[in-house]
């Protein structure tokens, strides 16, 4: 079975500095594709990124960016100039085939004024 | 475009009693997922429907139960309620089967608390 996890509990970061959060996954797949969500205090999960494994290109949307290691099957999330509002709960989540997602046990970001 | 919304926000039960939460899926999107979210956990998958079918179940015993109406929306009911089904549910909705590339939309949750 596939596994998410997420091995930061909790990290901070001061306002318009770089947090990196990490993840690694298990599967014996090739093909798949993997999330971060976001998951704000109130509580709507909303998408961060997503990458698809059999891109070797790092995904990037704005502030936020990824590194996906997929020999090492690791996927980690970088927040450049971080804002108050990047304080949440982010998850890393996997997806193979059909319909689930499988997720990881979360990281609660906290970003210092 | 309207979003996932889910119903109610909020909802108290005691052991035993049964419920029915409900979803409505963003506007356009055939299939919705549900999940469980436990204090301080991830969610974990409970079941999926697509064109009104089950299309997919998570590791949740036969008293998790839903339905998907033909407007796509959706609901869980949980018979026989247990202390540790106390936990946020989530509905999301995608567009296209829940293929595996899409984009999963979620709602706010529905908090349950089982006393």
């Known amino acids: 079975a596939q596994t998410v996890t997420q091995s930061q509990p909790e990290m901070s970061v001061q306002e318009a500095e770089t947090v990196t959060l990490s993840c690694t996954y298990d599967t014996s797949e090739s093909d798949y594709y993997l999330f971060w969500y976001k998951q704000p205090p109130s509580r709507q999960m909303i998408l961060v990124i997503r990458?698809?494994?059999?891109?070797?290109q790092n995904a990037t949307e704005n502030r936020f960016s990824v590194n996906f290691q997929k020999a090492a099957k690791s996927f980690s999330l970088k927040i450049s100039d971080s804002q108050l509002g990047d304080a949440a709960m982010y998850f890393c989540?996997?997806?193979?085939?059909?319909?689930?997602?499988?997720f990881g046990a979360g990281t609660i970001l906290r970003v210092k004024s | 475009e309207t979003g996932v919304t889910q119903s109610p926000t909020h909802l108290i039960k005691t052991r035993g009693q049964q419920v029915t939460l409900r979803c409505s899926s963003q506007s356009g999107h055939n299939t919705v997922s549900w999940y469980q979210q436990a204090l301080g956990q991830g969610p974990q998958f409970i079941f999926q429907?697509?064109?009104?079918?089950?299309?997919g179940r998570g590791n949740f015993p036969p008293r998790f139960s839903g339905l998907q109406f033909p407007n796509y929306s959706s609901e869980l009911n949980v018979n026989a309620l247990e202390l540790d089904d106390s936990a946020l549910y989530l509905c999301a909705s995608s567009e296209n089967g829940g293929q595996s590339w899409e984009t999963q939309y979620f709602g706010p949750g529905t908090r349950l608390l089982v006393l």
């Open positions: 429907y697509y064109r009104e079918e089950e299309n």
């Open positions: 989540a996997y997806r193979h085939s059909g319909n689930k997602l499988v």
């Open positions: 990458q698809e494994a059999y891109k070797q």
